[in-house]
């Protein structure tokens, strides 16, 4: 839909992707990698988990990083969404995986690339 607008209105399509973003943004509506996501715009019950690990270099305590996420089970009476999960960021279940490794590493120190191949008695 961004690229549609864009081809009608004669503007460089950088600067007219910010504008349209930002008329998007005010209604509520976010644009993702150039799709167009609208935001759930009903309340609904669920019951909210939230996990954080505060990782700390072994070798230099003064190095530590806090990685987080979360879980959301709909418990609402509302067919259409009750049951669903929704999760962000690393959770119970992301523990020794390399997913999980990798996150501690580049919060740590920064770098991207590395694969964990064993993991502490924790």
């Keep these: 839909m961004v690229a549609a607008i864009i081809s009608v209105i004669a503007v460089p399509s950088s600067v007219m992707t910010n504008v349209v ?4 943004a005010a209604l509520g509506i976010s644009i993702i990698s150039g799709s167009i996501v609208n935001a759930l715009s009903v309340t609904l019950a669920a019951s909210i988990s ?13 190095r530590s990083c ?5 879980k959301i089970f709909i418990i609402d009476s509302n067919k259409k ?28 120190f920064g770098v991207n690339g590395m694969t964990p191949v064993s993991y502490g008695s924790y």
Excluded: A, M, Q
Aim: aromatic share 16%; charged share 20%.
């Design 50 to 62: 939230n996990y954080e690990w505060i990782c700390t270099d072994t070798l230099n305590e003064n």
């Design 21 to 24: 973003k930002g008329v998007f």
């Design 66 to 70: 806090t990685l987080s996420g979360k």
């Design 81 to 108: 969404y009750s049951g669903n999960t929704y999760t962000e960021g690393l959770l119970p279940e992301n523990w020794k995986t390399s997913t999980f490794g990798k996150s501690v590493y580049l919060s740590l």
